[in-house]
């Protein structure tokens, strides 16, 4: 018969429970860990779509105001304000997403609001002028709106955007920023 020594198998008992303890508890932590990235993944590509569709919507509003322009008000739309920025789904995981991301897609969204404040008490003020102020405005926030995606799309790994066409939003808002940058600079070479 054989003599089983406890002082020996009491150790190797506590140690295996110890290890099996551990190693659930590992697991619990990289599936909750691999859970909140698969949620910072689609939250961030959530944003980053909607801050491009916002950014298409500014260049047709600089597209329309363009057009009013050129036809002499015969086509096109003459607007007076930037477009209203659509809400986030309200189910996306900001925590997921961390402070430094969640803050730039938040903030962008004040901005896009005050900016339409601003412009909404201009126009009680001012008329012809502020539809060149909104395009101005529309040109910056389109701009501003596509850096932001790019951020995001960057810090998540989600890569760039499928071009739709040949046409970018990004390089034709650009153009409309470099020719109100020149005209302002003719400007003030007049002025001086």
């Known amino acids: 018969m054989m003599v089983v020594d406890w002082t020996k198998l009491w150790p190797l008992v506590l140690t295996s429970s110890v290890i099996a303890a551990f190693l659930t508890y590992g697991l619990g932590l990289l599936k909750?860990?691999?859970?909140?990235?698969?949620?910072?993944?689609?939250?961030?590509?959530?944003?980053a779509l909607s801050l491009e569709e916002y950014a298409s919507r500014c260049a047709s509003v600089v597209g329309d105001i363009g057009t009013f322009w050129s036809s002499s008000g015969n086509a096109g739309t003459s607007h007076g304000n930037v477009p209203e920025l659509n809400s986030f789904k309200s189910d996306i995981e900001w925590k997921a997403l961390g402070i430094k991301l969640t803050s730039k897609a938040l903030s962008f969204r004040v901005r896009v609001a005050h900016t339409r404040e601003i412009l909404s008490d201009l126009s009680d003020h001012i008329n012809e002028e502020i539809v060149e102020e909104a395009r101005d405005h529309a040109v910056k926030l389109g701009l501003e709106a596509i850096a932001i995606a790019e951020v995001f799309r960057k810090t998540r790994k989600l890569g760039a955007p499928l071009p739709v066409s040949d046409w970018s939003t990004k390089k034709?808002?650009?153009?409309?920023?470099?020719e109100i940058a020149a005209v302002r600079a003719k400007e003030k070479m007049r002025d001086d």
């Open 172 to 178: 034709w808002l650009q153009g409309k920023a470099d």
């Open 32 to 47: 909750d860990w691999l859970n909140r990235n698969r949620d910072a993944d689609f939250a961030a590509l959530f944003v």
